[in-house]
């Protein structure tokens, strides 16, 4: 019987289990079941479907059970809560927990708050309620809407308290999903929020910059990133960020300048949801904020998330963010072509050129190199520029393994989309392109590093030939 296993047995047959639901049923088959099993169910919460009703329930199970609070590790919330009743609000308990969440015994601060809880549609005030319990949290993914009022103030009071708030104390990574939010969230209800002790990663979706006016549009066009200096610089002990679906005419400077120390920054670009006519990255603005930062910096990406999919794919502009050779710990590097380079304005023939090479840009440190964007135009340039960079072997940049160049050429010059065939057939590689791909593969090759090219149409065509295979 599974009642005389040995609980380390049990536990590992536990482990195979992926829904909270079938972890919950084996652990109420039996006493001894119960108690072994049931703080795995609390390990990971992820309230997805809930209704406010079930969430005023966790908060009172959580209050009178402190041992299964102290087990949640990662918890995933929500904001497509529905409308419900059954809203439980025992004030013996809620009044407490409040009453340290809020670090305040005022009544009429509490009597406001105690309204809210009573609310069938709003479930921010939970939220907050729910945090305050966990003592022991470190992985928190909050989904925002437009209805969320108390959750992110709450977060930014909780980090203006320092060392002298035990409430999540122990939290490490924070993940902000702001695509329930008409125009996207600004980084100012994020910046206070990065002051939090404990907090190392910061992952935000739709986190948007630029208002949607004419005049602060052109307000944000002069904006000069060389000579610009937050208000508040080095506060944050956070090292890695990651934006994606983000957007920022001033090159996150605020954000980037809060970190004491960046060890990776990743951005994935959207098209400002306020500005419709404003879709360019303004990649030259992150360059200045973070040349703080090049002592620590490891992982840097900065590209249009268009250039992950055949389908978004879309042009760049051309604006040179600078050069990385003083970046003494930058081992991953991911740009679009248009920019890693100081391309010539005025060329007008079918080939573009550089003012520059790829060694005036990358650092010795560098392991990953990875190139969006490339086009026809870039071919030449491009070759010149590996030339130069690995003419020496591996002398001058010993730690390379790896060289990707992606782009999205065959939508243009070459397609199949006419063909009727299922699967489709795969188009050939022009001759330019196949000239480019065993140039470099050669170039590569011989200083040990492993080379990529890619093309965005091509995948597509072979992953949708997948579903007749």
């Excluded at 937050?230 to 957007?247: E, K, Q």
């Amino acid at each position: 019987m599974l009642s005389t296993l040995p609980g380390e047995l049990l536990l590992l047959i536990a482990s195979f289990l992926d829904s909270h639901t079938d972890t919950l049923r084996l652990a109420s088959c039996c006493r001894a079941f119960y108690s072994l099993l049931l703080p795995k169910v609390f390990t990971s919460l992820d309230l997805t479907e809930d209704r406010n009703g079930d969430l005023s329930h966790l908060v009172h199970t959580l209050a009178s059970k402190p041992s299964l609070a102290q087990e949640v590790r990662a918890l995933r919330i929500a904001c497509a809560w529905r409308p419900t009743s059954g809203v439980r609000n025992k004030q013996e308990v809620t009044l407490g927990v409040l009453a340290a969440a809020l670090g305040s015994d005022d009544n009429d601060k509490l009597s406001a708050w105690t309204r809210e809880l009573m609310s069938q549609e709003v479930n921010d005030a939970w939220i907050v309620l729910l945090l305050a319990l966990l003592p022991n949290l470190e992985d928190l993914v909050l989904q925002i809407c437009d209805s969320s009022k108390y959750t992110l103030e709450w977060l930014a009071g909780i980090a203006q308290n320092g060392t002298s708030s035990p409430i999540l104390s122990k939290l490490r990574i924070l993940t902000v999903d702001c695509s329930d939010v008409d125009g996207g969230l600004s980084s100012a209800h994020v910046l206070p929020i990065l002051g939090l002790p404990s907090l190392r990663s910061f992952y935000g979706y739709m986190i948007c910059d630029g208002g949607s006016s004419d005049e602060e549009y052109a307000e944000d066009q002069d904006f000069d990133a060389a000579s610009y200096v937050p208000d508040n610089v080095g506060y944050s002990n956070v090292t890695h960020i990651r934006l994606l679906s983000s957007c920022s005419r001033r090159g996150f400077a605020d954000v980037i300048g809060a970190t004491k120390a960046l060890e990776s920054f990743i951005l994935e670009h959207a098209q400002n949801p306020s500005y419709a006519d404003d879709e360019e990255i303004y990649v030259s603005r992150y360059y200045h904020p973070l040349r703080r930062h090049q002592a620590t910096l490891q992982t840097l990406i900065l590209t249009h998330e268009s250039t992950n999919y055949y389908s978004w794919y879309q042009s760049h502009e051309y604006d040179y963010i600078g050069s990385f050779a003083g970046f003494s710990a930058l081992k991953e590097l991911r740009l679009q072509v248009p920019q890693i380079l100081d391309w010539d304005e005025d060329w007008d023939d079918l080939d573009a050129t550089s003012k520059n090479t790829l060694s005036d840009v990358l650092p010795s440190s560098l392991q990953r190199l990875i190139v969006d964007g490339l086009e026809r135009e870039h071919l030449s340039a491009l070759v010149s520029a590996f030339e130069d960079l690995l003419s020496g072997g591996k002398h001058r940049y010993p730690s390379l393994t790896y060289v990707e160049v992606k782009g999205n050429w065959m939508h243009v010059h070459q397609s199949t989309e006419e063909s009727n065939a299922k699967p489709r057939p795969i188009p050939a590689m022009l001759e330019e392109f196949a000239d480019f791909k065993v140039k470099l593969e050669l170039l590569c090759s011989a200083s040990g590093v492993e080379f990529h090219l890619r093309d965005l149409h091509v995948e597509d065509i072979m992953e949708k030939n997948r579903l007749y295979t």
